[in-house]
């Protein structure tokens, strides 16, 4: 089945630990994306891609990066520098401009 | 300014209500519209794309205003089941960059 898988479901990091999302696709999307949700609030995007070697900052790029070089994968490391990375991450992919958006399941980030 | 703006809530209704959303959005270039359903800790799932000229899907009806840049969204007949939270999406085809509304939540009491 096609779909968007993201890995692990719950994360946990240590102080200083860069940690990293996984984001896979296989339903031949060119655009991805990578959002973050805190309690009570909407979604946040972080970098978005739209195609493999590119990718452009969010709204709240400070503390994570990302790489694209591959188009089924849009991997997401929340550095060090990220002092409040504790949220739900969810991945979402797009076929073309305007089209719908499909996510992945998220991964739920929380500092020891 | 925020892109999208929605009501929080939240709703509290009866099973078998009426029960109608909107959301407005600031960019008038917005190309396309969408309701998403998000149950809590799980992802946004598609409920409706949103068309000119109104769409309806079983007991879920969706409407766009471009004059006055809002969309709805309408449920009928009220189940338990919709208990959920309902985001507007918005997206600018320049830079294919998707905006969402805080969210709506809904509970349908028995």
């Known amino acids: 089945d096609g779909g968007i898988t993201q890995s692990p479901k719950y994360l946990f990091r240590k102080e200083g630990q860069n940690v990293t999302l996984s984001c896979e696709q296989n339903?031949?999307?060119?655009?991805m994306y990578w959002y973050r949700q805190d309690p009570g609030q909407g979604l946040r995007l972080i970098y978005y891609?739209?195609?493999?070697?590119?990718?452009q900052k969010g709204d709240i790029a400070e503390g994570y990066s990302v790489s694209r070089e591959k188009k089924e994968s849009f991997p997401l490391t929340v550095t060090s520098a990220q002092k409040n990375p504790t949220a739900f991450y969810l991945c979402?992919?797009?076929?073309?401009?305007?089209?719908?958006?499909?996510f992945g399941s998220g991964t739920q980030l929380s500092v020891l | 300014r925020k892109e999208v703006e929605q009501d929080p809530g939240p709703f509290n209704v009866p099973e078998g209500a009426t029960v109608a959303f909107n959301c407005t959005y600031s960019n008038s270039a917005s190309q396309s519209f969408f309701w998403y359903r998000q149950d809590c800790r799980k992802e946004p799932k598609l409920l409706m794309s949103v068309y000119s000229s109104g769409n309806e899907d079983g007991r879920f009806t969706a409407q766009l205003n471009r004059a006055s840049q809002y969309i709805s969204l309408l449920i009928r007949d009220s189940k338990l089941s919709d208990s959920a939270t309902y985001l507007c999406?918005?997206?600018?085809?320049?830079?294919?960059?998707?905006?969402f509304g805080t969210g709506t939540s809904l509970t349908v009491i028995p």
């Open positions: 339903l031949n999307h060119d655009a």
């Open positions: 891609s739209q195609i493999v070697n590119d990718f």
């Open positions: 999406v918005v997206n600018l085809y320049t830079g294919n960059q998707f905006y």
């Open positions: 979402a992919s797009s076929f073309r401009g305007g089209e719908k958006l499909f």
